[in-house]
């Protein structure tokens, strides 16, 4: 039997986008998209088996690289194919309009029967006949039509900064992918460009045994790291860290060359000398420093780093305390490297800003400065930030109040230059926060103060 997962997982539903770039990764018509599968309790999977056990089933025989099977709406569908041992395949499926399918895979061989879902891949166990069965339903009239593609993968392996891997333009049936193992120690990033070096979204992701269908520009692999996509370091919706030895790879809607760049590891010292960074197209640059505890950090970029940087946490969000590490990413479209320079600081804590209390005065010689000033919890009540005594000279400057963001999600109000003074809500009846940045260069001082206002004076947060 087919090894059962901890925690199922489950593929979204795909963008429009997302969808044309799976059908040409697969040499199909970008019609229809392949869907996503949605997971289900067990109370209905025992419910579904049984009535799935009563619909017709329809069996047609493929060579890799053949069309897809039409199926009714109230149909499973058998691919019977010649394959040998070690063959890896998966099974597309896409319904009319985009809607989501969800349900069940089994791969019969010379061996038995293996089961697993529907963005799982499955390997061959024995030469010969095998049989892929879609066990399943989609979200959509019955008189519409499913579509199913057998899909052989064919496996090309990166070296951690070797030769890059060239993959060749789709072909129907095949999805071509660049994999390697997450290595035992150290970070690594996959990235994909045309042959004229232009950066390229990718088509599904192949972590394990599984296919994850997004786009993303790349993708940042680390043994007890949580995958992330992107030079931002987008997190990836699937909870589980990975380990080493886990396979992972990218496949893409047209030709690739795809490469695999090991990050760099540096050492800073919290408030301390800037660190000058060597960036590199694609490759990472991962700065761990030391924290206090209660202290919350920023990067200070004192040259524009070009790229963009992310904290290595759960939640993508700078640590307070202990050991933290922060990754410095360059733009993937770089035409070439270059060198920035950049320095881990400290927030520093502002006395509390009350609403119809007394004003906070914000003042550094230091250039690039940040503080953070805690609003006490108090009833919702809709309120004005003002910025007066501006006295800030060699850069921009800018104060934002936003709540217990980002779990519940609030605008807040956020000021500059051009907008000294804003108007929105206190929202919950729970602490609130300012954070106050003085820009790159930025010197000087400036003074907030947080009254009450009444409607129609105040509009709702995100409008101020």
Request: with cysteine; charged share 20%; glycine share 12%.
């Amino acid at each position: 039997m087919r090894r059962l997962r901890s925690a199922p997982l489950a593929l979204a539903a795909l963008g429009l986008s997302v969808g044309l770039s799976l059908c040409l990764s697969l040499g199909l018509s970008p019609a229809g998209s392949p869907a996503a599968a949605a997971g289900s309790s067990a109370t209905g999977a025992t419910t579904a088996d049984g009535a799935d056990r009563a619909r017709p089933v329809k069996r047609v025989v493929r060579r890799y690289g053949g069309g897809p099977v039409r199926l009714t709406a109230d149909q499973r569908g058998e691919i019977a194919f010649s394959a040998r041992r070690g063959d890896e395949v998966a099974l597309a499926v896409w319904s009319a309009r985009d809607l989501p399918c969800w349900g069940h895979l089994t791969l019969t061989d010379g061996r038995g029967t293996q089961d697993g879902r529907l963005d799982d891949v499955f390997r061959v166990r024995t030469n010969g006949r095998a049989v892929l069965g879609f066990r399943g339903r989609c979200l959509m009239r019955k008189d519409l039509t499913v579509r199913i593609q057998l899909l052989k993968l064919r496996r090309q392996e990166l070296r951690v900064d070797g030769a890059p891997v060239r993959l060749p333009a789709p072909r129907r049936g095949f999805l071509d992918v660049a994999w390697l193992d997450v290595p035992r120690s150290g970070r690594v990033t996959l990235g994909g460009y045309t042959p004229q070096g232009f950066p390229l979204r990718s088509g599904p992701l192949l972590v394990d045994d599984e296919l994850r269908f997004g786009a993303v520009s790349s993708i940042s692999v680390e043994h007890g790291e949580r995958l992330v996509h992107g030079p931002r370091g987008g997190r990836d919706r699937y909870p589980s860290v990975l380990r080493r030895g886990t396979r992972v790879g990218l496949a893409f809607g047209e030709e690739a060359t795809v490469v695999a760049r090991s990050a760099v590891e540096h050492q800073a010292q919290l408030d301390g000398p800037p660190l000058r960074l060597a960036v590199e197209r694609g490759r990472e640059q991962v700065l761990t420093v030391q924290l206090p505890p209660g202290v919350e950090p920023y990067l200070d970029g004192v040259a524009d780093p070009g790229g963009a940087f992310y904290w290595l946490t759960p939640n993508g969000r700078a640590p307070t305390g202990g050991t933290a590490r922060v990754v410095v990413s360059s733009d993937p479209a770089a035409p070439f490297s270059a060198e920035t320079t950049v320095r881990v600081r400290s927030i520093l804590p502002a006395p509390d800003l009350v609403v119809g209390g007394p004003p906070v005065r914000f003042e550094s010689a230091e250039p690039g400065q940040w503080f953070r000033a805690i609003v006490p919890a108090r009833q919702p009540i809709g309120v004005r930030l003002t910025a007066t005594d501006l006295a800030v000279t060699g850069g921009d400057w800018s104060a934002q109040l936003t709540g217990p963001c980002p779990d519940r999600g609030c605008a807040g109000i956020t000021l500059d230059p051009t907008r000294p003074t804003g108007t929105g809500w206190h929202l919950y009846g729970e602490p609130h926060q300012v954070l106050v940045k003085l820009g790159p260069g930025a010197t000087g001082s400036l003074t907030l103060r947080l009254e009450p206002c009444e409607p129609p004076s105040c509009r709702p947060a995100g409008d101020g």
